[in-house]
Each structure stands twice: as C-alpha cells, then as structure tokens.
C-alpha cells in the first residue's frame, strides 16, 4: 500500500523537489508551503506520515504538530529542519513528533522514516479500533 504522505515546508522548490522524489518512490504526496494549509488539510484528510519543517513564517512547526497530535494523534509527524537547535528537537520528540531530520535529507533515510510512521499510524489505528468494538461489546452486556 502506497504511503499516503503530506510535505509541509515554506521553500516551494524544495517541496518540489522532495515530492518528485518521494513520488518515484511510489509514494502518494500532497505538499503545501504554508502552515495554515497545512492545518486546514490535515482537518481534512488523513495521512501516513506528515513531513514539517520545524520552522516557517507565522505560525512555526511546533504549533502545527501542537494542533495534530490534538486533533489526529494517530497521524505521525517527522519534523524537517536545516536550522532547528538541537532544544526545538527535543521539544518537538516530547510534544509527539515521531523522528527529526535535518535538511538535506538523505532520500534513503526519509523512506525509511515514512515506512515506520505507516506502520506506527496502522498499530495505532488497530488499537483504536479494538478498543471502540470492545467498549461497544461492553455496553451491551457481550
């Protein structure tokens, strides 16, 4: 199954670029340069794994990954950053974030951490499922 994955960073030609690339790779990508894009298709839509920079005009990478693991905690982000201090990592890993990978990123490693965020979503999504069946289960006495 194709990864379903959304490239959220400000510089247009580098999301072009990394997208050309994920997409060779048979992965399915949607891109935005803008966070509040960013919030608005993740509201709508689910996804594998959420590539972020950690930093962009307005509203930074860490109120992005703030608003997912609020509203969508299943969904995995991978923060992405060529400028990022090693305390906005560690901050973004306690506030969820799946991985952190400094730019350029090497097309190899980032499958790979793509690979993992679907089968971390797919655990997460499983275990979800069972406990709503069982609460359901429960409720009617089964």
Not at 63 to 74: D, F, G, Q
Not at 104 to 120: E, M
Request: contains cysteine; aromatic residues 2%.
């Amino acid at each position: 199954m194709a990864e379903k994955v959304l490239l959220v960073d400000d510089e247009k030609e580098f999301v072009e670029g990394l997208a050309e690339r994920m997409e060779l790779r048979g992965m399915n990508v949607s891109t935005c340069t803008n966070p509040q894009d960013a919030l608005e298709m993740v509201n709508n839509e689910s996804y594998d794994a959420i590539i972020l920079d950690l930093q962009m005009p307005g509203v930074d990478g860490i109120e992005v990954l703030k608003h997912i693991k609020k509203t969508k905690p299943e969904m995995q982000v991978i923060l992405l950053s060529g400028h990022a201090t090693v305390e906005k990592g560690i901050e973004a890993m306690k506030l969820g974030a799946m991985d952190f990978v400094e730019k350029p990123a090497d097309i190899n490693v980032l499958t790979d951490k793509i690979k993992k965020a679907q089968a971390r979503k797919m655990i997460l999504v499983e275990k979800k499922t069972e406990k709503k069946v069982k609460d359901i289960l429960e409720h009617k006495g089964w």
